[in-house]
C-alpha cells in the first residue's frame, strides 16, 4: 500500500510527485497584441470581481515561468514571452503526482463512494461515485398544438475519478462492472 497525506477537511492531498517537460501549445503570436495566443481556462472571483487563472492551467503555468498577460478575451489571453523564451510551443518542467500513488488515492476514493472535490499536489481533483438516474417523463409542447409525453429511460453514471487541468490530467473510470479505465493527457 502506498500512504499518502490526506487532509480531507481542507480538500487537499499530498502525493509524491514527479518532474515533467510539459509542451504548452500556443496558437501563435499575433503581432497586434505582442505575445501569443493561449487558450483560457479562468473563473471570476465572485467578491472582487476579478479574473484568476485555475490552479494549474495553461495560463497559470505560463505567469508562473514568467509570462505575461497583455490582453484577455473571454475565450484566449495573449501572453508575451520573458526575454529569449520566444517560442510558439514553450516547454516547462512542472510537478506532477506519481502514477502509482495517484491510481492508490483513485482507488482508495472509489472504495469510500464519497463525493470530493479538492487538490491533489495542488493540482485541481474530483472524484464522483456511480450514480443512477431515475427515468423521467415530460410533456412536449409544439407550436402546432400536438402536445405529447415523452419518457426516459433511467441509466447508471459510471464513477470516475479525475485531476489535473487543461494542461495535463489522469482520470480514471469505472464501467458497471467494475472495471476501470485510465487515461492521460498529454
Known sequence: MIAFRQDLDNNLI???TRTIDLQIDTYGRKAKYGGYKIAREEYICRDSREWYAKPKSK???LAGAGWEAVKRTQ???YMKAPEGQG???PVLEVEVPQMEPLLALARTMHEKGRSWRGLVSGWPAEYTPPTYVE???SIVMTTSGD???EES???WRSAHFEVGSD???VALVWDEDGNERVSTRP
Do not use: M, N, V
Open 167 to 169: 494542461a495535463w490530467s
Open 59 to 61: 495560463q497559470d503555468l
Open 87 to 89: 517560442k510558439k510551443r
Open 147 to 149: 402536445d405529447y409525453t
Open 75 to 77: 475565450t484566449y489571453a
Open 153 to 155: 429511460e433511467g441509466y
Open 135 to 137: 427515468p423521467s417523463t
Open 14 to 16: 499530498k502525493l509524491p
